[in-house]
């Protein structure tokens, strides 16, 4: 069963600019977190942001959190050529054993 | 820095063949995931593992997969026989349940196509 959904499915921006993407869950969660994955490779873990938290920074992420609307979006400052990559949110099954379940990630190009 | 490990990198094989998938999780995590990725989607948890034993299996598709993590270090997906439908890439992830947070750190991958 699918949990998250990220938007949009696709992105395509100019190097330089920002990009957001969303992800919007149906159950509540104690955590989401934020995945990178190049092409033809593994992902590589973002950021996770608690269900206490509204915004987390890390470098050039921004990451905020509502859960009243269920929704997380997450946004990267002056992209890179090298962002180029799917982005995914996992949120947490409610299971006692960390269970995540990812959405079907968003496709970002970065075009120099 | 401490990686997990798959191998193969890429497999191709002929529908009702026998595969298998190989994978070493980061020293000390007692939590390893296998997960199936079709193309253009997100990872599908398959089974996850918590030292040897499983802790949910309920996506694997039991009449042809199988999976074992023998002394709760490494592991072995296996698929018998191999459908058309099975082409994929499968991705080992393995996460410390004592640390914060829950990051999960993944290998590399394996490429199946099957003929």
């Known amino acids: 069963s699918q949990q998250g959904e ?17 992800c919007s869950y149906k159950t509540s969660i104690n955590n989401l977190q934020w995945y990178r994955q190049n092409s033809g ?8 942001i608690r269900s206490n938290e509204r915004e987390k920074h890390s470098g050039r992420l921004r990451v905020t959190l509502d859960t009243s609307k ?26 006692s054993y960390d269970k995540v379940i990812f959405g079907p990630g968003t496709s970002l190009s970065v075009i120099p | 820095e ?20 190989w ?3 980061i020293s000390g995590h007692a939590t390893l995931y296998w997960y199936r990725q079709i193309l ?3 990872p599908e948890l398959l089974v996850q593992f918590q030292d040897e034993s499983v802790v949910d299996d309920s996506q694997l598709p039991k009449d042809r997969f ?18 058309l439908g099975d082409s994929a890439m499968y991705l080992c992830a393995s996460s410390d349940p004592g640390a914060p947070g829950n990051e999960q750190f993944f290998g590399p991958g394996t490429r199946l196509t099957v003929l």
């Open chain 1, 41 to 48: 490779r593994g992902l590589v873990h973002l950021i996770l």
């Open chain 1, 70 to 95: 269920k929704s997380s979006s997450l946004l990267i400052t002056a992209s890179r050529a090298a962002d180029t990559a799917s982005y995914f949110c996992a949120t947490d099954a409610g299971t």
């Open chain 1, 6 to 22: 990220e938007d949009p499915q696709a992105l395509s921006i100019q190097e330089g600019e920002n990009a957001t993407m969303n």
């Open chain 2, 23 to 25: 994978c070493d999780p």
């Open chain 2, 66 to 83: 199988s999976a074992e993590r023998l002394k709760g270090v490494d592991s072995t997906l296996k698929i018998q026989p191999a459908e």
């Open chain 2, 2 to 21: 401490a990686e997990v490990a798959q191998s193969p990198r890429y497999k191709i094989t002929e529908k009702s063949q026998a595969v298998a998938f």
């Open chain 2, 40 to 42: 253009g989607q997100g």
